[in-house]
């Protein structure tokens, strides 16, 4: 879909003239939400699960470039990233609200754009945007989601239920994200010392994709109902494979051997990294922003595992004394440090 590039002030259409025309394109997927927007609060109900929440706050140069990011880019991976959290609770997000702080310099269609993908990625994975904030911003765009989810009681999966023994598994491929944006911000500066000069990313649609447009893992959630695995720990990458290796860990009590050669890393993102001399290895490591899941099962379930596409054994959990530790390629232990990407 191409983006608007008619230009409507904000100014003229005022905050609720803004917020009408922004929540207008909202679909209702679920029972659960008895009042969406339009009233002071919502209204939903779960059953007899239990209620996930989780929220995240985007602000515009702190976690993302407006120069290489399409608004409605943004929007889609606003709402998938909060999403993200709930899956790696091993729950279903069923609702969001989104607030926005927006400053003049934005246009009412650049706005649309950003709902437009957040709408899409709303439908996309049947959830429902149930309310939200409006407000000026005196500079650049701030967002904040919120994802509302349900669970069994019973299914639900925390960060500290890995045992010694367990398997570490990770779902596709990592990296890529961070070679994406590699990628992007080369060509930004290449762009902003020649703006003759068109960004040059031919035979890069995948870790661009992975970077602008990341997906969550719904499908596995479905896949451990399906094949009757229920992970002893859980969490979504979201900084890094190392610094979340470390969260399991020391929320589990536990220690871990990662077998570096295991690792699943897809061939553009190998080649790319190489290219900017990076060690592939360490973009997976630190790169972050791959919302795959990183999970433990009991070693009972390996059959279950083990031909499974999109799961990869990548190592196995040790008692806590035995440490945190990568077996390189070579075969040499190195305990391992987590790089995370921090935001500050
Ligand atoms: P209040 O004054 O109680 O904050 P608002 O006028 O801000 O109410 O909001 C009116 C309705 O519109 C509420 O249901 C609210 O959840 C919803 N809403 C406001 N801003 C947004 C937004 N950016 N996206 C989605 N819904 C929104
Ligand atoms: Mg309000």
């Given amino acids: ?7 409507t002030e904000l100014e003229s259409l005022g905050e609720f003239g803004l917020i009408d025309l922004l929540t207008s394109h ?14 002071d609060a919502a209204v939903l ?14 602000l515009e140069g702190v976690h993302f470039d407006l120069s290489y990011f399409p608004l409605k ?14 899956y790696a609770m091993n729950a279903t997000p069923k609702q969001v609200t989104v607030s926005i702080g927006v400053s003049s310099k934005f246009s009412l269609e650049a706005i649309e754009d950003l709902y437009a993908g957040m709408l ?45 023994n367990d398997l570490l598994c990770v779902t596709g491929d990592l990296g890529g994200a961070y070679i994406g944006f590699q990628l992007l911000e080369r060509e930004k500066r290449v762009f ?3 703006p003759e000069v068109q960004p040059d990313l031919e035979g890069k ?4 994709e992975r970077q602008l447009k990341p997906e969550a893992r719904k499908d596995i959630i479905q896949l451990f109902k399906d094949i009757d695995v229920k992970p002893t720990s859980m969490i979504d990458i979201s900084d890094g494979l190392a610094s979340e290796i470390m969260h399991l860990c020391s929320k589990s009590k536990v220690g871990m051997n990662l077998h570096e050669e295991k690792i699943p890393i897809d061939p553009q993102t190998y080649e790319t990294a190489r290219d900017f001399d990076l060690d592939p290895t360490l973009t997976a490591l630190s790169g972050g922003e791959d919302y795959e ?35 390189s390629k070579s075969g040499n232990k190195h305990a391992l440090k987590a790089q995370g990407w921090k935001a500050f």
């Fill in 293 to 327: 899941l990183l999970f433990t099962v009991s070693q009972a379930d390996f059959d279950k595992i083990k031909s499974q596409p999109d799961i990869t054994i990548i190592g196995y959990v040790t008692e806590a004394s035995e440490g945190i530790n990568m077996i």
């Fill in 73 to 86: 880019h943004l929007g889609y991976k606003a709402i998938v990233v909060n999403l993200s959290d709930i």
């Fill in 45 to 58: 109900h779960h059953e007899n699960k239990r209620t996930v929440v989780s929220t995240d706050l985007l």
């Fill in 120 to 164: 899409l990625a709303c439908n996309r994975y049947e959830v429902d945007l149930v309310g939200g904030d409006t407000s000026s911003s005196k500079q650049g765009l701030v967002i904040s989601v919120t994802a509302i989810g349900e669970a069994n009681e019973s299914d639900l999966v925390y960060r500290d239920g890995a045992k010694p």
């Fill in 26 to 39: 909202i679909k209702i997927h679920h029972t659960s939400t008895l009042k969406g927007v339009g009233d």
């Fill in 192 to 194: 902003l010392s020649n």
């Fill in 205 to 208: 649609d995948y870790i661009v």
């Fill in 1 to 7: 879909m191409l983006e608007n590039s008619s230009r």
